[in-house]
């Protein structure tokens, strides 16, 4: 996939993203290459040109109006420059043959407006942005974005079909604490058009109704927006970038290109999820930052005599199930009151060990999580999760278990409850597979659940009653009169005798 600079309402200043692909140039046929960059003024500006050798793959960044060593032979050449008046955003893309010291310019004058809107129009109170990026139809990494102000973008013809052009528009409201965004883009195939002049329908837009709360994260967060091309690389993914910034709690609404988006949320932590789908005139709901965030994920499989942890996170959002990179802990396994493994990790450190078991027995796997660098008064600060499993280690298969994810019922945007009221949680029973088909899984069912709640971080457990009703566990919970956090634990046992135990400390508040 490629990446430059994303669409915005304001002149972006170039940030390319392919900054591998170091230079690897024998001494034989040496060249040199200076690419002039001019502004709409035909004066010399500053801007990194991409340069890729169609026979060597070779790629590289180099600096415009300066001499660079090259050795000789075709190159794809992309660049985005802003102009002399800090306002006017320029993108181009042509080849160039490089025989000795060789010169070729982009020049801002010979550039034509891309004028790209919203049909029918969002309305009146919005910032609109365009952006374009030059591409190559072979998929090299010689492309380049830029993003301005409406009126101010402009592109450099090319008739190349070696060249495409995607071009796109954001509306954004100036306001950081409410309003719709809105973007689309499309895509010109064949050759930089001589100007651009798009209107592009709502139609084919599909709108994501975004719900974040705040008490797991708090203050200031940004939501990324990707789209993701359907098959290999596509230049539209460098126009189908969206960051929001928004205040906790918030609900916003976003309307982009039909098609697979991933999504994620960066406050104090970092939460996401995986590619999804949205068709064109639909609307998909994205619930964020509820309570609770705790243990979920993969359960943990045997392979070939070794334990494998599986993919699991100390403190999953509900929706955005991968992220929690504050989390620090320890994750330890026994069997047979010994300990076979322990390791403490740090934030954002990936634990793959893949210790080996001595055979087929009784395993206990206990991981806890803490996390750190979160302002006070932060929910869903600590968590643990203990996995008691039969484990038989000549065959490759994924252990029984289930997983306990608490969701309280009826908080506020800030994830609290009122003071001397009952809060319904739900018991949600995960068990997800590895997604390898040669990872066997085994059949499993729900025995028996147990469930506690502690008003004072767990000094006292209180047992509260879990109720099996229409295919949903759930429990109810006294919340204190005198306000303050709710900590919950439950014990899942299965038809195998198999059992987990997860707790969440200050899950969520009361006031």
Same mark, same amino acid.
């Given at each position: 996939?490629?990446?430059?600079?994303?669409?915005?309402?304001?002149?972006?200043?170039?940030?390319?993203?392919?900054?591998?692909?170091?230079?690897?140039?024998?001494?034989?046929?040496k060249?040199a290459?200076?690419?002039?960059?001019?502004?709409?003024?035909g004066k010399?500006?500053?801007?990194?040109?991409?340069?890729?050798?169609?026979k060597t793959?070779?790629?590289?960044?180099?600096?415009?109006?300066?001499?660079?060593?090259?050795?000789? %032979?075709s190159?794809?050449?992309? =660049?985005?420059?802003?102009g002399?008046?800090?306002?006017?955003g320029v993108?181009?893309?042509?080849?160039?043959k490089?025989? %000795?010291?060789t010169?070729?310019?982009?020049?801002?004058?010979?550039?034509?407006a891309?004028?790209?809107?919203?049909?029918?129009?969002?309305?009146?109170?919005y910032?609109?942005?365009?952006?374009?990026?030059?591409?190559?139809?072979d998929?090299?990494?010689?492309?380049?974005?830029?993003?301005?102000?409406?009126?101010?973008?402009?592109?450099i013809?090319?008739s190349?079909?070696?060249?495409?052009?995607s071009?796109g528009t954001?509306?954004?409201?100036?306001?950081?604490?409410?309003?719709?965004?809105?973007?689309?883009?499309a895509?010109?195939?064949?050759?930089v058009?001589?100007?651009?002049?798009?209107?592009?329908?709502?139609?084919?837009?599909t709108?994501?109704?975004?719900s974040?709360?705040?008490?797991?994260?708090?203050? *200031?967060?940004?939501?990324?927006?990707?789209g993701?091309?359907?098959?290999g690389?596509?230049?539209?993914?460098?126009?189908?970038?969206?960051?929001? *910034?928004?205040?906790?709690?918030?609900?916003f609404?976003?309307?982009?290109?039909?098609?697979?988006?991933?999504?994620?949320?960066?406050?104090?932590?970092f939460?996401?999820?995986?590619?999804?789908?949205?068709?064109?005139?639909?609307?998909?709901?994205?619930?964020?930052?509820?309570?609770?965030?705790?243990?979920?994920?993969?359960?943990?499989?045997?392979?070939?005599?070794?334990?494998y942890?599986g993919?699991?996170?100390?403190?999953a959002?509900?929706?955005?199930?991968?992220?929690?990179?504050?989390?620090?802990?320890?994750?330890?396994l026994?069997?047979?009151?010994?300990?076979?493994?322990?390791?403490?990790y740090?934030?954002?450190?990936?634990?793959?060990?893949q210790?080996?078991?001595?055979?087929? %027995?009784?395993?206990?796997?206990?991981?806890t999580?803490?996390?750190?660098?979160?302002?006070?008064?932060?929910?869903?600060?600590?968590?643990?999760?203990?996995?008691?499993?039969?484990?038989?280690?000549?065959?490759?298969? *994924?252990?029984?278990?289930?997983?306990?994810?608490?969701?309280?019922?009826?908080?506020?945007?800030?994830?609290?409850?009122?003071?001397g009221?009952?809060?319904?949680?739900?018991?949600?029973? *995960?068990?997800?597979?590895?997604?390898?088909s040669t990872?066997?899984?085994?059949?499993?069912?729900?025995?028996?659940?147990?469930?506690?709640?502690?008003?004072?971080?767990?000094?006292?457990?209180?047992?509260?009653?879990?109720k099996?009703?229409?295919?949903?566990?759930? =429990?109810?919970?006294?919340?204190?009169?005198?306000?303050?956090?709710?900590?919950?634990?439950?014990?899942?046992?299965d038809?195998?005798?198999?059992?987990?135990?997860?707790?969440v400390?200050?899950?969520?508040?009361?006031s």
């Open positions: 996939m490629r990446r430059t600079t994303a669409v915005a309402s304001a002149v972006a200043i170039l940030v390319p993203v392919f900054l591998g692909g170091a230079s690897t140039a024998s001494a034989a046929g060249g290459l200076t690419v002039r960059t001019l502004d709409r003024s010399p500006v500053y801007a990194q040109v991409a340069v890729y050798n169609t793959d070779d790629f590289r960044y180099i600096e415009g109006n300066k001499k660079t060593s090259l050795p000789n %032979g190159y794809e050449l992309a =660049t985005s420059f802003v002399g008046n800090s306002e006017d993108v181009g893309g042509h080849s160039v490089v025989s %000795g010291a010169t070729t310019t982009f020049d801002a004058r010979k550039g034509r891309v004028k790209v809107s919203l049909s029918p129009s969002p309305g009146s109170g910032d609109h942005g365009v952006g374009a990026a030059v591409c190559t139809t998929n090299s990494p010689a492309t380049m974005s830029m993003s301005a102000a409406a009126g101010h973008l402009y592109a013809p090319n190349s079909k070696a060249y495409e052009l071009y954001t509306y954004e409201p100036p306001s950081t604490t409410g309003g719709d965004f809105w973007l689309a883009s895509t010109h195939r064949s050759g058009p001589s100007g651009v002049s798009a209107k592009l329908r709502r139609s084919g837009l709108t994501l109704k975004v974040a709360r705040s008490g797991p994260d708090s203050g *200031q967060a940004q939501f990324s927006f990707n993701e091309p359907a098959g690389s596509d230049c539209s993914s460098a126009m189908d970038i969206l960051d929001v *910034q928004r205040d906790l709690p918030n609900s609404g976003v309307h982009v290109p039909a098609g697979q988006w991933s999504v994620s949320q960066q406050g104090h932590d939460v996401y999820d995986g590619v999804h789908t949205y068709a064109a005139g639909k609307t998909a709901s994205l619930a964020l930052g509820r309570a609770v965030w705790g243990p979920g994920g993969q359960l943990p499989y045997t392979w070939y005599h070794r334990l942890f993919n699991d996170n100390p403190f959002d509900p929706t955005f199930t991968a992220g929690g990179i504050l989390a620090s802990g320890t994750l330890k026994t069997h047979a009151g010994k300990t076979l493994y322990s390791h403490k740090s934030p954002s450190q990936e634990v793959d060990a210790p080996r078991i001595p055979g087929s %027995g009784w395993y206990t796997v206990t991981e999580g803490h996390r750190g660098q979160l302002p006070a008064g932060s929910l869903s600060t600590s968590s643990s999760l203990s996995l008691h499993f039969y484990a038989d280690a000549g065959k490759n298969q *994924q252990i029984r278990d289930y997983i306990a994810r608490f969701r309280p019922e009826a908080l506020s945007s800030r994830n609290r409850a009122v003071a009221s009952t809060t319904t949680v739900d018991l949600g029973m *995960q068990r997800l597979g590895t997604d390898d990872i066997g899984r085994l059949s499993d069912g729900v025995k028996s659940v147990r469930a506690w709640y502690t008003t004072d971080n767990g000094a006292h457990w209180h047992a509260t009653t879990a099996l009703s229409g295919g949903k566990w759930t =429990t109810a919970v006294h919340n204190p009169a005198s306000g303050g956090r709710v900590g919950l634990r439950s014990t899942v046992t038809t195998h005798g198999d059992s987990s135990t997860t707790t400390y200050n899950a969520y508040a009361v």
